[in-house]
């Protein structure tokens, strides 16, 4: 490899055909054009380089443009890929078209980061040029332009963007992972204040008269996350060691529902249960049999996609609808909720859950505000669900 150095410019002749390199007779004159550089690619290399010659241009003079050349040189043997003028956005759109691993909803959020957060500050920004400031720049802008977004979410655009600029460096499109020298601003997490198991209790009270309070009762005393509830089958159910074996979840895909396997392996688990929560599962499936028996042949859970977009046909749903269709609708954002109702506690303190606001959700049944407010906040990250504050998961936390 050899780095050429020439003077260029954009001149074009009488007949309107632009000038080839080094043919303009102004190129005589000191002062127009600019010097430029080009080298040919071994051809060994080209596969990881992406092309069969570099170039560039736009330097004052000869020596800056073969400097220049000298060193994006040296990158192409070190095998560091040539970018060119790739801008932030293009780069963060491909490398989010090739996460395939990620989760559909891990990636719907990571689209919106780069639609929202990051392409309107730095979309347009070279890739190469890319520094701590810029980024230090468009999270503030992004902090409070239009409708801001808290710190937590801030945090979770910036450790987005360094895992990106990371797998840029891994592949040798940067010398450097610029999102390392950012600070951000320092902030505490609202404390996650649990109901008090008499408030448990007063809830599970109000409850008992929904056809869906054995639900209630999985997700308030064993922890379930809604979607494990909404998607836990009679063929998971142990009645004689008193275990149900958790396989899957319902859940809510930016507008459309899917079934999946639980988020972590951890989540793939036996829940030991005691005696009230067994005996009130198998009330609860004496009340769907006799649902089936009324729908007859028509009786069906459904069939939902799976992580793949492959459909998967729902069968022995614990907890369905009247009709037998799957009771998706109440898995995590299925809820339709008014914003009173999602506020858990008042300003001068604790208070338990109150019977007063008609609601309306899923299932086709229930009138608490009780059960309302605990699907609109219950923890969809398998936390405790018996959240009073606003800064709890599920509740509009930004």
């Known amino acids: 490899m050899k780095v050429k150095a020439e003077k260029l410019c954009g001149c074009r002749d009488a007949a309107g055909q632009k000038y080839g390199r080094g043919k303009c007779p102004e190129l005589e004159k000191r002062s127009h054009g600019a010097w430029g550089y080009r080298f040919r690619v071994p051809k060994e290399l080209v596969p990881l380089v992406g092309k069969a010659e570099i170039s560039d241009s736009g330097f004052a003079t000869k020596k800056q443009a073969e400097v220049d050349g000298e060193k994006a040189m040296a990158r192409v043997r070190s095998g560091r890929q040539h970018i060119g003028n790739l801008t932030v956005g293009a780069y963060l759109r491909d490398w989010h078209s090739r996460k395939n691993a990620l989760r559909p909803t891990t990636s719907n959020r990571y689209e919106q980061f780069i639609r929202l957060h990051l392409v309107p500050t730095l979309g347009e920004m070279p890739l190469s040029a890319l520094r701590a400031d810029h980024i230090d720049t468009a999270l503030k802008k992004a902090a409070g332009r239009g ?31 610029p999102a390392i020298g950012v600070e951000l601003p320092a902030y505490t997490a609202r404390e996650v204040e649990p109901w008090e198991a008499d408030e448990v209790g007063a809830f599970l009270d109000e409850a008992a008269s929904d056809r869906l309070a054995a639900m209630y009762e ?11 509830a909404c998607g836990a089958a009679w063929t998971g159910l142990d009645e004689e060691r ?36 067994l005996g009130a599962l198998l009330g609860h499936r004496l009340v769907q049999d006799d649902e089936r028996d009324a729908v007859g042949p028509g009786w069906d859970n459904g069939v939902l996609p799976d992580e793949h977009g492959q459909p998967v046909q729902l069968r022995n749903l614990m907890f369905t609808r009247p009709d037998g269709t799957s009771t998706r609708s109440t898995s995590p954002g299925g809820c339709s909720r008014s914003p009173d109702e999602r506020d858990c506690v008042r300003p001068s ?4 859950p109150r019977v007063a606001t008609k609601w309306s959700w899923g299932s ?6 009780a059960v309302g407010r605990f699907m609109s906040t219950g923890s969809p990250s398998g936390t405790s669900p018996w959240c009073r504050s606003s800064g709890c998961p599920g509740s509009g936390r930004g």
């Not at 303190?349 to 338990?352: N, P």
């Not at 086709?364 to 505000?369: A, E, P, R, V, Y």
Request: proline residues 3%; charged residues 30%.
């Open 242 to 277: 008193s275990v149900l074996t958790i396989t899957k979840q319902i859940v809510k895909n930016d507008t459309e529902y899917g079934v999946w396997a639980p988020k972590t392996r951890s989540g793939r688990r036996k829940v030991d249960l005691d005696s009230t929560t």
């Open 364 to 369: 086709g049944t229930g009138s608490q505000s």
């Open 147 to 177: 409708r801001p977004i808290g710190p937590a979410t801030v945090a979770d655009v910036f450790e987005m963007l360094k895992t990106a600029l990371n797998d840029a460096l891994k592949q040798r499109m940067v010398d450097f992972n």
């Open 349 to 352: 303190g604790r208070r338990r």
């Open 218 to 228: 999985l997700i308030a005393l064993h922890g379930l996350r809604r979607g494990e």
